[in-house]
């Protein structure tokens, strides 16, 4: 939990220390999406094409972030969680049999720059971040955990002052191969999920997001 809360504690103090350098139209934010999200779990996949049809699937996600545009809104940082869920499954071999449904949620430090900051109107941003990913096979067991990645693609229109509409994808990346770990697993008698060899099964985890949502400005621009 400690190094879960490291990472929005570090963005207020980044917006804090460049509140003085920003513009008098620049503000905090606050943004909420939803849509789709795609998995990618390479060795999973894999091991459940030996039983046939199953697979994780398209679920849907949601995002929410806390920001604050500067240097002329040119670049902005925020502090940004995001969820995801998935249809079940049934994981089945010669040792394993449980119903699994994959869940996502990661916390990301995110610095954007803006490609047309002169723009009101379908404006551009790309970012990066770092933070703290967790992937559930199951409902708090079978996970991947640990250091994560997040790469962002944006566009966004004005309708109000102080409210935007934007379309954004995201790709989340848990980049360290791991074994999943079931120690809570009520279904399976090992300490790791094993597959058809009965060799634990690792993993790394990625998956790709498109969402639309809206943007409120905390605090409205004044007047020109």
Sequence with gaps: MKRILIIPL???AIASACSGLAAAEESFYVKISGGGSYPILPNLSNELALQGDESPGIGYSAAFSFGRSFFEKRWAAEAYFSVSRHPS???KNGYE?????VGYYGFYLLVKKCL???SVSFVPY????????????TSGAAKLDGFACIVTAEVEHRIRDNMCLFAEGALNVLPFVEPYSSPFLEESDNDAI?????????DTFNSFEL????RIRLMPPKSY
């Design 116 to 118: 047309r900051p002169e």
């Design 97 to 101: 049999d449980f119903s699994a449904n």
């Design 10 to 12: 570090s963005l207020l």
């Design 211 to 214: 969402r639309l949502g809206i």
């Design 126 to 137: 790309i970012g990066g971040g770092v933070g703290y990913g967790r992937m559930n096979l």
């Design 194 to 202: 094993l597959d058809w060899m009965e060799r634990p099964l690792e």
């Design 89 to 91: 499954f049934r994981y």
